[in-house]
């Protein structure tokens, strides 16, 4: 599989000595796309201050750093169905969560991202958390194991495929499970970890701790002692995470394939809190992206192109010389706008939830401009749901015994119970507070970001698109 050339077969000159014989196709490159698990943007290179991230701070120094990134729905499963098949998950099945009850996953003749690079002369490997099902539709070459809480074993556990004697480029999927919360159920007042934090530690990790006093508490969350508590202990899981990628990032470089691949660092939903995870927020949405392109852009280079992870699929296979039908995919390939401080032809983006865990319905569809964010609210009648590490999470559970009514900036009535739809001016409201779609002077702008939405759902085959008249 290579890529299509529109140009006539006439005017292609023939194999001379001065323009074939003495002139190799150059390699295709190697491809390393890196997805954090619940990771916002909780990075030095992205501006937070107490953070200690230097591994990934110096991939974004050393390639791009996408500002206006995001996934189309905040669930770890349903967000990685999009990021391997290039199209939302709506159209393709994976609703939810694949594992256990939930149950939900990807139709059987859907193209995925690892299957099209191996058709394209790729070998492939995954290592760390999957969460996508079937694996015949996500099959890779090789499955690799390691405990995905330790991030510098997992790039160590990688070093075979990354020095193997083979003259195809490699896909490498490096997943960890961090920063996502554990399964400790922790009673109030604080007391265990929940974030994969253990005394013993992980082998090649240095601890990196952080007082709960002096954390960055941003404003969706409330600045209280137990959300504090919870920060500290997430801080300290993305710092061993930012440890398996610097050590991932030493053996490309020690196996000589640095220059010639391919680096992209994201992540699969916002953090794991209320307000950000499951929701369509910007915290729930709006997320790392890190690029650093084979040869590698400018030093320090910022793009704020409107991206979303429906674009990695077509971007990752025009870099690989595969994108034989661009048309194929719900995203598009934004490798054009990689070396682009500014893009202007990527201004909007749409996103799509429907489950997270099979028992918390609740569809919402997106527009977002670099102006305005335009939430519909689907199944608006009903309670908005909790997933269930964040309804036992301490930040959310000392609301009450604390007589707090507001979570961060936001009510917690707003929170959950919603309107059918939510119009915000991020320019005046970054922090998505004041609802604008029920003011007269904004009913235009409200019946235009419905019609964008219907456009939206008819190009992407939405079935709620039958929303609109039947309910």
């Not at 508490?217 to 504090?228: G, H, K, S």
Request: proline residues 9%.
């Amino acid at each position: 599989m290579t890529g299509q050339t529109d140009t006539p077969t006439d005017t292609i000159p023939g194999p001379t000595k001065e323009n074939h014989v003495n002139q190799p196709a150059p390699r295709r490159p190697n491809i390393v796309l890196m997805v954090a698990d619940d990771h916002g943007l909780e990075l030095g290179c992205y501006g937070h201050a107490v953070i200690r991230t230097p591994h990934l701070d110096k991939l974004g120094a050393n390639g791009v750093r996408f500002t206006n990134a995001f996934c189309t729905t905040a669930s770890c499963s349903a967000s990685r169905s999009v990021i391997l098949t290039g199209k939302y998950n709506h159209a393709i099945g994976h609703y939810g969560h694949c594992h256990g009850c939930h149950h939900f996953s990807t139709l059987d003749d859907v193209q995925t991202l690892p299957v099209l690079l191996s058709e394209a002369g790729y070998r492939t490997a995954h290592i760390g958390k999957l969460h996508v099902a079937p694996e015949s539709v996500y099959w890779f070459d090789q499955f690799l194991t390691a405990n995905p809480r330790s991030a510098v074993e997992m790039a160590d556990k990688c070093r075979d495929f990354l020095a193997a004697d083979d003259e195809r480029p490699f896909f490498l999927y490096w997943c960890s499970t961090d920063p996502h919360r554990s399964g400790l159920a922790p009673e109030l007042p604080y007391t265990p970890d929940r974030f994969g934090n253990r005394p013993e530690g992980y082998p090649g990790v240095e601890p990196v701790e952080y007082d709960p006093a002096e954390v960055v508490v941003p404003a969706f969350l409330p600045d209280t002692p137990e959300c504090r508590a919870e920060l500290a202990q997430y801080c300290q899981s993305v710092s061993r995470l930012d440890q398996g990628v610097g050590r991932l990032l030493d053996l490309l470089q020690e196996t000589g394939n640095y220059d010639n691949t391919l680096v992209l660092y994201i992540s699969d939903n916002g953090i794991a809190f209320p307000e950000a995870k499951t929701t369509l927020y910007d915290p729930g949405m709006k997320l790392p992206c890190l690029v650093k392109p084979p040869g590698g852009p400018p030093a320090n280079s910022t793009c704020d192109a409107l991206i979303t992870w429906a674009d990695l699929t077509p971007t990752i296979l025009d870099y690989a010389d595969a994108l034989d039908d661009p048309g194929a995919f719900h995203g598009r390939s934004f490798r054009g706008a990689v070396h682009q401080a500014h893009a202007p032809e990527w201004d909007e983006v749409y996103a799509s939830h429907t489950f997270h865990e099979v028992t918390m319905y609740y569809p919402m569809r997106v527009v977002r401009t670099r102006e305005h964010k335009f939430l519909w609210n689907i199944a608006y009648p009903l309670s908005y749901p909790f997933a269930s590490d964040l309804w036992e999470s301490p930040t959310w559970q000392s609301l009450k015994p604390r007589g707090l009514t507001s979570f961060g900036k936001r009510p917690v009535e707003a929170y959950l119970h919603r309107p059918q739809f939510e119009l915000y001016d991020l320019e005046q409201d970054p922090h998505e507070i004041h609802n604008l779609a029920d003011r007269p002077e904004y009913a235009g702008l409200v019946a235009e970001f419905c019609e964008r939405l219907r456009t939206f759902q008819e190009r992407t085959d939405d079935p709620w698109i039958v929303k609109w008249e039947h309910e």
